[in-house]
């Protein structure tokens, strides 16, 4: 990896009320910019972050954040808190840039990096639970009302999909916030929708999974599990991998959305997946179990930790991070599912799926965010 030298002018908020940055924001094809890291929900980081790791610096934002509240790219971080704030830290010293406060009283999903246009869905407002908002200018490019969100906004093609809580499915033009078209699921959705092709696939409350063709905003069709559907879907060559509330994680044709496989993991699962290297899937349970899971359905691996995961892991190289309720952060080899690492116990449950940004890793625990490095840390000046 090159070394990396940056130099950040930033311009502080008085009163953190907006947030104003003096250089452009320019992501790279490896930053972490949406839910997911990727359309197609694949949760592997092209950054290759070998642990141990050190925490280099912690700040409280008293608030919590989602099992997906966190983006990073050019030496920022972006965290979105349930208490509706949305919150940026200079990756290297750990200072707050700024927030944007009381953007809704539930803002549980990941802000979506365009460059210096930052969009973010939220719920709780009853006036806006979109906007897309300029942190060069320190001014908001548009703020829309579509009902309230809990799913994050995924960028594919130059257009933004995300679900309603009441069910509607938006494709919206991220320059104005214009929809394109919306399809209406009949049912409440809390399911990030994955993206490839021309189709995007999410889940239901009601226990439906359905795929959309995105040029129309038609149903292709939809596969019926018979319990809510939490999770995020993965798309991975031509099939879609899920987990559900009835414990099944399943393989479906992402053409006709029949079944592949179905495997049994005695578990809810709510956490999306994440893909190795090799083309396995990894996922997490309620019961603290972590499982390899091969193309055809066989368990290569289970790993268990002690407390609830939520959030999805992530493949880095050799490694997978997973977050867990019992306030560790856990590293595992992807082939073996051996522990190679795992984080000091941190203050509160870790609900947040980790981030990587080049040697740095970020995460929360309730309401304080980590950056954890495999650098040295000297802890004189915590840097």
């Not at 972590?290 to 959030?311: A, L, M, R």
Request: hydrophobic share 40%; glycine share 10%; proline share 4%.
């Amino acid at each position: 990896m090159k070394i990396y030298i940056v130099i950040l002018f930033i311009i502080y908020i008085t009163g953190c009320s907006g947030i104003t940055v003096e250089k452009d924001i320019k992501p790279e094809p490896n930053d972490w910019v949406m839910a997911g890291g990727s359309p197609a929900q694949h949760n592997f980081s092209k950054y290759v972050l070998n642990p141990p790791l050190n925490i280099m610096w912690e700040y409280n934002i008293e608030g919590g954040v989602g099992p997906a509240g966190i983006t990073a790219s050019d030496a920022v971080v972006f965290v979105n808190a349930l208490q509706g704030d949305l919150f940026t830290f200079d990756v290297l010293s750990g200072g707050k840039i700024g927030a944007l406060k009381s953007l809704g009283k539930d803002c549980s999903t990941a802000p979506l990096i365009m460059g210096n246009n930052i969009i973010f869905t939220f719920a709780g407002d009853k006036k806006t639970s979109a906007a897309s908002y300029n942190i060069t200018s320190g001014k908001f490019n548009w703020q829309k009302r579509f009902g309230d969100i809990q799913t994050s906004p995924i960028l594919f093609e130059n257009y933004i999909y995300f679900n309603t809580i009441a069910g509607k499915f938006y494709k919206i033009d991220p320059a104005t916030g214009r929809k394109q078209w919306v399809y209406n699921s009949k049912s409440q959705v809390h399911s990030t929708c994955a993206v490839s092709g021309n189709i995007a696939v999410f889940g239901t409350d009601k226990g439906a999974i359905i795929a959309v063709n995105i040029s129309d905003g038609k149903e292709l069709w939809r596969f019926e599990s018979g319990q809510p559907v939490i999770s995020t879907p993965l798309i991975f060559h031509d099939n879609v991998y899920i987990g559900c509330n009835d414990s099944i994680y399943y393989s479906l044709s992402i053409k006709e959305g029949k079944a592949n496989w179905k495997l049994n993991l005695h578990s809810k699962i709510i956490s999306g997946s994440a893909i190795d290297g090799s083309g396995n899937f990894i996922t997490g349970c309620v019961d603290g179990s972590v499982y390899s899971i091969s193309q055809d359905g066989t368990i290569n691996w289970k790993f268990e930790t002690k407390g609830v995961i939520t959030s999805s892991p992530v493949v880095s190289g050799n490694n997978v991070y997973v977050s867990s309720y019992d306030s560790y952060i856990y590293t595992l080899n992807v082939s073996t599912g051996r522990l190679v690492w795992k984080s000091p116990m941190l203050e509160n449950k870790v609900k947040t799926q980790p981030v990587i940004w080049r040697e740095f890793l970020f995460a929360a625990a309730d309401e304080i965010v980590y950056c954890f490095t495999s650098k040295t840390v000297n802890n004189n000046d915590g840097k």
